[in-house]
Structure formats: structure tokens, C-alpha cells
């Protein structure tokens, strides 16, 4: 068997709502995802002994917490064949960004096993195990836009602006999707913070986990604040957890002044990227 690579796409969530906590623990919500074509992590797949996995940053797992890791094993457990392979991961996408890189990597691992092995499961069986994995990880599996219901692992094919220009700004910390998640009930407003819901179109631009974030992490807030007061910018918003704030640009050619300007001003270390959201 020939190695096989799969892009694994970052997420947008250009909407993110917290209907409330499910007895289970997790949080139902409503939240609409796109795909950033543009920013991938890769993940390769090779003929093995037995089963290895290595990835390109040092600062994330490589044991049996890394979500690709729980992909591979679900794989196996699901069709019980020995995991004669290695996978190697490399990282692009930032990670306790908010940007779902670990469940696209996790999606992207379970699609390329299917492929790699020729085991044939089909939509619905790597969906149930995608949801096993992770809320996020079901929604990578499908090849556009999505609305995601219940805890995320619902997700349904929607309808959503593709070719959005955006830049993409995260400081050199992360937050944790599960403690935000757990301080979402009560969080309070930061005085001169504008939380307040942006239109696009259609489109309701909000994000109820920007309340418990924002009060911790009040750099966040700032840069929203200051995205928003950009001439270049028409929305910004904190992507799912954070730590990444998103803009959209009115103009393409802006982003790289919004770039520089962050460095300069606030952070110059800050990571950024720019590109345009996937149908």
C-alpha cells in the first residue's frame, strides 16, 4: 500500500448559540460552520509494522489523548483490523484556537483509515464514529457549510456565504473549549465590550461563548473591540471558544494592513492568517 495525505480544513463558526446545559453534561447549541479551504493541517498515512503516530509540534500529544490517536483506535475497534500503520500529522492550524483543528484531524484520520484499508464503511458508520470522538468531528466529514445542532454532533447540510474574505488573529494563548463551556452559565458583560449581534445579509454574525471568555480573557475583548474599529473590517468575531478572533474584510487587500497593524499595536507575536471561507 502507497502512503495516502488528507488536507484537514480549520472551521469558522459565523455563529455560535448556547441553548443550555443537557443532563449529560454537554451543552446543546446552534451554531453555523464553514470550512477554511486555505488553512490545513495534513495528515499521512503509511504502511507499518504496527501502529505508530508522530506530529510536527512538539507542544501537543502524541499518546492516547490526541484525538487522531482516539480516531485510529475507533477505526479498529469498529472493524477490527490490526492497525498496521503510521500516521504522521502536520500542524498548521493553531490549536485551543477555536478553529477545530484536533476534530478535522480526527475526521480527516477516519476518512483516510476507510480509504487506506478499503474497508468500505460509508457515510453513516463514520459518523457514528465521529461523534464518538468528538462534537466538532462530524461536521468535517461533510464537504461544505453546516448547521450544528445538539451537542455538534447533529450536523445537516446549510446554507452559507462561500469566498468570505477574512483574517484570522490569535495571541500566543489558548482557552479550553470545556472550561468555557462551563463558565457560559452566568457569565456577565465587560463594560464598553460590544457583544451585540452583526448582520451579514442574512445572517446573524454572534457568539454566546464570547461572555465567559472575554471576562477571563480580557485581551480578547480588546481585540475584538479594536478589529471592529478597523476601516477594513465590516464584522469580528471570537471563533467558537477562542482564542482566535476572526474579521471580515470589505476588501481582500486589507488584510495584510490588519496583519501588520496587530503586530504593531498589540501583540508582535500574534499569529495571523488570511484567506477566504469554502461553500
Known amino acids: 500500500m502507497n502512503p495516502l495525505t488528507l488536507q484537514a480544513p480549520a472551521k469558522l463558526n459565523l455563529s455560535l448559540r448556547v441553548l443550555g446545559k443537557r443532563p449529560d453534561g454537554f451543552h446543546d447549541i446552534d451554531s453555523l460552520m464553514v470550512k477554511l479551504p486555505g488553512l490545513c493541517d495534513e495528515v499521512t498515512i503509511a504502511p507499518a509494522d504496527e501502529f505508530a503516530f508522530s506530529c510536527d509540534d512538539a507542544a501537543l500529544p502524541t499518546d492516547e489523548s490526541n484525538l487522531v490517536v482516539k480516531a485510529a483506535r475507533a477505526f479498529g475497534a469498529a472493524t477490527g483490523l490490526p492497525l498496521a500503520c503510521g500516521i504522521s500529522l502536520a500542524k498548521r492550524i493553531p490549536h485551543s484556537a477555536g478553529l477545530g483543528g484536533g476534530s478535522s484531524d480526527a475526521a480527516a484520520t477516519l476518512v483516510g483509515l476507510d480509504r487506506f484499508f478499503g474497508t468500505g464503511l460509508g457515510d453513516g458508520a463514520l459518523s457514528k464514529l465521529a461523534a464518538s470522538i468528538g462534537s ?144
Open 136 to 279: 466538532d468531528v462530524p461536521f468535517f466529514l461533510l464537504p461544505g457549510a453546516a448547521r450544528s445542532t445538539g451537542r455538534g454532533e447533529t450536523v445537516e447540510p446549510a446554507d452559507a456565504p462561500s469566498g468570505l474574505p477574512v483574517v484570522l488573529l490569535k495571541p500566543s494563548f489558548g482557552v479550553d473549549t470545556a472550561w468555557a463551556y462551563s463558565r457560559w452559565q452566568g457569565a456577565t458583560p465587560l463594560p464598553g465590550i460590544r457583544y451585540d449581534s452583526q448582520s451579514l445579509g442574512d445572517l446573524t454574525i454572534v457568539n454566546d461563548l464570547e461572555l465567559p471568555v472575554f471576562a477571563k480573557f480580557v485581551f480578547l475583548a480588546e481585540l475584538k473591540n479594536w478589529l471592529m474599529e478597523r476601516a477594513e473590517i465590516t464584522a469580528a468575531l471570537m471563533c467558537g471558544s477562542g482564542s482566535t478572533l476572526f474579521g471580515i474584510l470589505r476588501d481582500p487587500a486589507g488584510a495584510a494592513d490588519v496583519m501588520a497593524a496587530a503586530r504593531h499595536e498589540l501583540d508582535p507575536v500574534m499569529w495571523s492568517w488570511s484567506g477566504t471561507t469554502g461553500k
